[in-house]
């Protein structure tokens, strides 16, 4: 009966216990789901298509919430070394703050081109194609509405992933052959956003896909990202002229402001006296990755407040370190912050830019029956 009795004692302690548990993983997980936007903000509909806001979650806690509007990323929720969670996305909580921003990209999915095309104009096959100039005289990032301000399908076949789809019709911007693409979004156990990106054209094209996400992993309204540091894995870059169109040299980063071979602040020689760096007004460049496999990271950054570590896999053979420059504290973002100046970076895996112009850079043509697939990771690690 003793025995019954302290048995029972035992499972109602335990009882307790787990209750207590439950409790606390649902105060958590409340507490969590109210650092998300609401759906409310982003439920519209644009060109006969419903814009939603997706919600990810992966097995270790990771959280994102993604719209199918330009399938940008909205949050990324990310615990701390402290233990609480960390919105390391810089971005708005309704699609308004999405449309208003639209030149600043923020998060968004880009395509047909990342980047820019020197004056818009490319020669495929002997025929020359013409691009709206959108960055005089430049085209940047797929003209005048890339696939970041289009509505695409979207399917969530678990709480893991997203899979978003989208027709570009053929001469769509003024590009050649019809395009499909898919991204695959995952936030996966091990706590990052793979993105998956796949496409296939009926005639000759270019492409290069990436995701214009913007981050600050010491989280919303911590100022800027210049005592985040940084690293990456290139020993070489392709400086530009002055309408950041690369000169076609692939130069060394050694004994310039671009040499992140070793872990430095990113603010150290963002405004050093150096052509590049006026050019970029900052950090606005495409790296030459020493490797691409997927396996090695090709750029580690640490929050400085946070402890934070975000690192970076990719198949792309680029990466554009972009300090936010153009970000002028026009817009309210999530938590009513202004998007003020660098106060978050994007690190854009990609095809170098103006490729289709540029012999010598990895050649951006899509032949039908080739399919066009890369990966692209952001992990992220506490110190
Ligand atoms: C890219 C470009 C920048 C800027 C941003 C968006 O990173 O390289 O020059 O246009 O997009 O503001």
């Not at 796949?198 to 990436?210: S, Y």
């Not at 095809?351 to 029956?369: A, C, I, K, R, Y």
Request: hydrophobic share 35%; net charge neutral.
């Amino acid at each position: 009966m003793g025995l019954l009795l302290a048995v029972s004692a035992g499972i109602l302690a335990s009882c307790n216990t787990n209750q207590a548990k439950n409790n606390a993983t649902m105060t958590d997980s409340i507490a969590i789901s109210k650092m998300l936007p609401a759906e409310s903000g982003f439920e519209q509909t644009i060109d006969g298509k419903q814009v939603k806001l997706y919600y990810l979650k992966g097995k270790n806690g990771m959280q994102a919430a993604i719209t199918n509007y330009g399938g940008r990323v909205v949050s990324l929720l990310v615990k701390s070394q402290a233990g609480n969670m960390i919105d390391v996305i810089a971005g708005f909580d309704n699609l308004k703050g999405y449309q208003e921003s639209s030149s600043n990209y923020y998060g968004a999915l880009i395509g047909r081109y990342g980047n820019r095309i020197a004056n818009g104009k490319f020669k495929l096959d002997g025929k020359e194609y013409s691009m709206f100039i959108n960055n005089a005289p430049n085209t940047l990032h797929g003209g005048k509405v890339g696939f970041d301000s289009k509505v695409w399908d979207a399917v969530q076949p678990n709480e893991h992933t997203l899979e978003l789809t989208y027709h570009s019709a053929d001469m769509e911007e003024g590009f050649p052959g019809n395009l499909d693409v898919k991204v695959t979004y995952v936030v996966t156990r091990y706590n990052s956003l793979e993105i998956t990106y796949e496409a296939k054209t009926d005639k000759p094209t270019v492409v290069n896909l990436t995701n214009h996400a913007y981050f600050n992993l010491n989280g919303p309204g911590s100022g800027t990202i210049l005592k985040h540091i940084m690293q990456i894995n290139a020993d070489d870059y392709t400086p530009v002229n002055k309408d950041l169109i690369p000169t076609g040299k692939i130069e060394s980063v050694k004994g310039t402001p671009f040499d992140f071979r070793a872990p430095l602040p990113i603010g150290d020689r963002i405004d050093a006296d150096n052509e590049q760096i006026k050019f970029g007004h900052g950090y606005d460049h495409n790296y030459v990755l020493n490797n691409h496999n997927a396996q090695i990271p090709v750029a580690t950054v640490i929050g400085d407040k946070t402890g934070l570590i975000l690192k970076v896999f990719t198949t792309q053979p680029g990466v554009q370190f972009y300090t936010g420059n153009f970000m002028e504290g026009k817009f309210k973002m999530k938590g009513g912050f202004p998007d003020a100046h660098r106060t978050a970076f994007c690190l854009e895996t990609q095809h170098f830019p103006d490729s289709p112009n540029q012999p010598t850079f990895p050649s951006t043509v899509l032949e039908p029956g080739k399919p066009f697939k890369s990966i692209t990771l952001y992990q992220f690690e506490k110190k």
